[in-house]
């Protein structure tokens, strides 16, 4: 093969100086036409330890296939994955929004140090799915993100179950509606094998999210981790990377305000997780694109739920890919002007991609917007007096307009949970749960465990929970998270007490506390900042705001883009 144009990789294999490099690189099985050819780095994070990531080492061969039969080079990495499922409701869920930055950072290193021309990222879990696109982004070099796929449901009694149904169990049985055994069979029956959480959940809306996007290809996220399809899909989008670096086409063709706002579209449309809210403008600032978080409540205002999907739905991922997938959910909204034409990894355009929908007879996962299954949107974000930098309200799931009620104060999410376990939460409290932000928690933990147990206890709705921590995309009900400056930092989350009223209306976008704000903060002396150390310690110090994206870069604000 004769090169035509310089190569990244060329800093490494070409010229009598690098003969030491091209020594290694012969070791490790490169001749010469594998280091003549576009070297792309095929990035996985596949792990043993959680469902969602199992399965990526016996897709990354098909993987490598594609790059071959496209001309080019595969070169393996591997990095983290922090499992949000089982981790939720620990000291280890501290863990996960920061293995979004080490993931990213790590692909850099990995890419940059190797003089790289390309990557293909391979995901599953949550936080690798975005960690994956801002590494693209900020490297700004071909690439795309292969997602693995959903888990199939499983089964008990004949009726279809997730990880949501387990977390919900465990409220069920604290409240003695189910014993001992029903939740063993509940346990043991919801995750039958390799996959992604399967409602649209976190990892679901971000694999849908970054089709939309354009970095993923259409329809390679669709297919569940075990169907027959998804090697074909991992050999596609390894030909895919492969052109992409052959045609130099980098991933800031695709990660665009107008491709970003495509995203938070879908996300909103598909009553998808809150966690897009911080992902969506993290990806955006490694682009050097400000994207403001009252981006979902524009669209939320303007765009409906036209996804019948849990948690606030009936279905599952297994579902809408049955249905017609990405695909014919896109076509929905393009058809009514919801979407852009943008370019995409494909090559193709997106309204090419989407016109390609085939919709299964007899579908009752995606409807249209003209007949939605929810007249607005999925995200809403409230200011006033709580959350002056906002909060994250997840409208999918409920039908509630205004809450008022007592509040109910708790300092992390193991003091809140007890008090659930204990059947201490009232229909009617609004339950706040602090120090569990960006910088308090370490880390921002969801609060899964929380909601699930309330909504197992039959309280879903009937409960509001108020949090500068998250919430994962499987919690569903009267739940508004990523509050704003958090209570580390002084913000006024921290100086609510048990009984003060709080008033939450979604019309007004507000929330409100009826306290004396100037005399509380005379009299409030912030709690010693907790420290874990190592890499726990440097997050708190480096992270931006949730409002931000929870970055550890500078979040960009319009007069700091670069262009885009």
Not at 187 to 192: G, L, M, S, V
Not at 258 to 263: I, P, Y
């Given at each position: ?22 020594a290694?690189?012969?070791a ?33 061969e098909?993987?490598?296939e ?33 293995s ?16 790289l ?14 960690a994956?696109?801002?590494a ?21 009694n004949g ?8 977390f ?18 509940v ?6 094998g ?16 970054l ?43 695709f990660?665009?305000r ?6 938070a579209?879908?996300v ?54 049955a249905?017609?997938?990405i ?10 002007g ?29 409807k ?17 007096d709580?959350a ?23 300092e ?39 909601t ?13 929970l108020?949090?500068?921590g ?8 009267f ?20 009984g ?14 009826a ?13 010693p ?6 890499a726990?310690?440097?997050y ?9 994206g929870?970055t ?11 262009g885009n």
């Open positions: 093969m004769t090169d035509i144009k310089p190569k990244i990789s060329d800093a490494i294999t070409k010229g009598p100086a690098k003969a030491p490099a091209r290694m690189l012969r490790a099985g490169y001749d010469d036409e594998a280091m003549a050819r576009p070297m792309v780095a095929v990035v996985n994070t596949w792990s043993t330890v959680t469902p969602c990531n199992m399965h990526l080492a016996d897709l990354a098909p993987v490598r594609g790059l071959r039969e496209g001309g080019a080079t595969p070169v393996d990495f591997n990095t983290i994955v922090v499992s949000d499922g089982i981790t939720m409701g620990g000291e280890g869920m501290r863990a996960s929004l920061i979004r930055e080490v993931i990213a950072d790590s692909i850099e290193l990995a890419v940059r140090g190797h003089s021309d390309a990557a293909i990222i391979m995901v599953g879990c949550d936080k690798t799915i975005p994956a696109a801002m693209l982004a900020r490297l700004d070099i071909p690439g795309l993100v292969f997602y693995g796929g959903t888990i199939l449901p499983g089964c008990l009726k279809d179950l997730s990880i949501q149904d387990v919900e169990a465990v409220g069920a049985h604290a409240k003695g509606d189910i014993d001992d055994a029903e939740l063993d069979a346990e043991r029956h919801a995750c039958p390799a996959g992604a959480c399967g409602g649209q959940f976190t990892a679901n809306t971000m694999a849908m999210a089709t939309m996007m354009g970095i993923a290809p259409m329809g390679a996220a669709d297919p569940p981790a075990v169907d027959d399809h998804k090697p074909d899909e991992a050999r596609r989008c390894g030909r895919l990377a492969a052109k992409l670096a052959q045609e130099g086409i980098s991933a800031r063709s990660v665009t107008e491709s970003l706002r495509n995203a579209t879908a909103v449309a598909s009553g998808g997780s809150t966690n897009a809210v911080l992902h969506l403008p993290a990806i955006a600032a490694e682009a050097g694109i400000a994207f403001p978080i009252e981006t979902f409540d524009e669209l939320s205002r303007e765009v409906p739920v036209i996804t019948d999907l849990k948690p606030g739905g009936r279905f599952l991922a297994r579902d809408l890919f249905a017609g997938g695909r014919l959910f896109g076509q929905r909204l393009a058809e009514a919801m979407i852009a034409d943008i370019p995409t990894c494909t090559m193709r355009s997106l309204h090419e991609e989407l016109g390609d929908a085939q919709e299964s007879a007899g579908q009752e996962v995606v249209s917007p003209a007949d939605p299954v929810k007249r607005t949107g999925g995200l809403s974000i409230l200011y006033g709580l002056p930098e906002g909060g994250v309200l997840k409208t999918a799931g409920y039908g509630t307009k205004s809450f008022t009620g007592p509040a109910r104060v708790f992390g999410e193991e003091a809140c949970f007890a008090a659930v376990s204990a059947r201490e939460i009232k229909a009617g409290d609004v339950v706040i749960i602090r120090n569990e932000g960006p910088k308090g928690g370490p880390g921002m933990r969801e609060m899964l465990a929380v699930a147990a309330i909504a197992g206890q039959g309280l879903a709705g009937q409960v509001a108020i949090t500068d998250r919430f994962s995309g499987a919690s569903h009900g739940v508004i998270g990523h509050v704003s400056p958090e209570a580390a930092v002084g913000g006024p989350i921290a100086l609510v007490e048990n003060d009223e709080v008033t939450i209306d979604t019309t007004t976008r507000r929330i409100d506390v306290i004396d704000w100037d005399a509380r903060r005379e009299n409030f002396s912030p709690p900042r907790k420290s874990m150390g190592g726990f310690d440097k708190a110090r480096l992270v931006s705001s949730a409002a931000y929870a550890t870069i500078p979040p960009v604000r319009h007069d700091q883009e670069q």
